[in-house]
């Protein structure tokens, strides 16, 4: 009772020092409170883009913007249970997609992306997936990324011939660069990979690489580093009869 009647008071007070002097505020709310309800303006007013970690419907996602190579996309499966993974689409407009692999996303919106993941995890993973898909960062015309990308290329027998975007921070070898292109296709001679490579002072080389060894008895020192420009070669296995 006691607290209602000084609030009453304040209140009354306020309303006259109002009337008795127009420039007269009455206070203010914390700092951290008006901060707070700042950010979720914010979030709210972002257009959507707030991560696949706060989507629960296939129906809300975006399908009017298209990703294009460089965006930052966050791709979560419910029925995995598990946090969504955010990455940036590579050069090429590939993403990697949890249980599939590449899948090509530049040009798709979020929702064609998410639709068309949902099929092919219910072919052999999921009775019934539920993908969400979010744009979480577009870059700026000027940044790096908009510039020429480092690459190298792998032909042959992998499930997923094609050049590949070779990242500034991140160290690829030449195990991972297959695995990155869906490992090995049938019949491939995975004791003789071939890497093709440029260098200034020998001009054109070729490396061997028994990459069997590596992803079988685990010799990992043989397990080298892509470089610029590389192309991997993966040849047909030889049959003797």
């Known amino acids: 009772m006691k607290y209602c009647l000084m609030l009453l008071a304040v209140t009354c007070f306020a309303k006259f020092a109002s009337a008795q002097d127009p420039g007269f505020r009455p206070p203010e709310p914390a700092k951290g409170t008006a901060s707070r309800n700042s950010a979720n303006n914010s979030v709210q007013a972002s257009g959507g883009i707030t991560g696949a970690a706060v989507l629960t419907s296939m129906e809300v996602l975006d399908n009017s913007r298209q990703i294009m190579p460089g965006y930052v996309v966050s791709i979560r499966i419910l029925e995995d249970r598990k946090d969504a993974v955010q990455q940036r689409v590579a050069v090429t407009g590939e993403v990697q997609v949890p249980y599939i692999g590449l899948v090509r996303a530049a040009g798709r919106t979020c929702r064609e992306l998410a639709y068309s993941i949902k099929r ?19 870059p700026e ?21 094609g050049k590949y975007d ?3 921070t991140e160290d690829v ?5 297959i695995l990155r292109a869906g490992g090995f296709a049938q019949f491939a001679d995975k004791k003789h990979v071939r890497i093709v490579r440029s260098t200034p ?8 690489v028994d990459v069997e060894s590596i992803m079988v008895k685990g ?7 892509i470089r610029k420009n590389d192309v991997l070669i993966i040849p047909e296995k030889t049959v003797n009869f």
């Open 219 to 225: 010799q990992m020192q043989k397990d080298i580093y």
């Open 166 to 168: 070779l990242p500034a």
């Open 173 to 177: 070898t030449i195990s991972q660069a």
């Open 141 to 161: 015309t000027d940044s790096i990324y908009s510039k020429e990308m480092e690459t190298y290329t792998v032909f042959g027998f992998v499930l997923k011939q």
């Open 201 to 208: 002072s020998q001009g054109e080389k070729t490396i061997l």
């Open 120 to 138: 092919d995890l219910e072919k052999s993973f999921f009775i019934s997936a539920t993908v969400v898909i979010a744009i979480d960062q577009i």
